[in-house]
Nanobody, 121 residues
Framework: QLQLVESGGGLVQVGDSLRLSCVAS????????MAWFRQAPGKEREFVGF???????YYSDSVKGRFTISRDNAKTTVTLQMNSLKPEDTAVYYC???????????????WGQGTQITVSS
């Protein structure tokens, strides 16, 4: 059983940066693809990006070049560094874990509780 706990959300201004962390507890963290999703009010949960067990990454076009995902297997932590934030980045952000690569939320077995990011103009 893998448990995920996010932290780092908050209210920021357009153009600001923010870092989210997700700490995992349980077995085999370094086997998992670790992803970030987000969900804005009234919208479906949206793929942001993932980091493979190898440490390489893949991002959605909407965040590519602005967001960076990294992992520290020794600390069982994945981080989402968000730069140049826009109002459309406002959402609840979730980390998720899966044993294979996917951009589909339904593929992920383990989820954090979510953390709110609000980007104010």
């Amino acid at each position: 059983q893998l448990q995920l706990v996010e932290s780092g959300g908050g209210l920021v201004q357009v153009g600001d940066s923010l870092r989210l962390s997700c700490v995992a507890s349980g077995l085999l963290f370094d086997h998992y693809f670790m992803a970030w999703f987000r969900q804005a009010p009234g919208k479906e949960r949206e793929f942001v990006g993932f980091v493979r067990p190898s440490g390489t990454t893949y991002y959605s076009d909407s965040v590519k070049g602005r967001f960076t995902i990294s992992r520290d297997n020794a600390k069982t932590t994945v981080t989402l560094q968000m730069n140049s934030l826009k109002p459309e980045d406002t959402a609840v952000y979730y980390c998720a874990a899966n044993l294979g690569s996917s951009v589909v939320p339904g593929s992920y077995r383990y989820w954090g509780q979510g953390t709110q990011i609000t980007v104010s103009s």
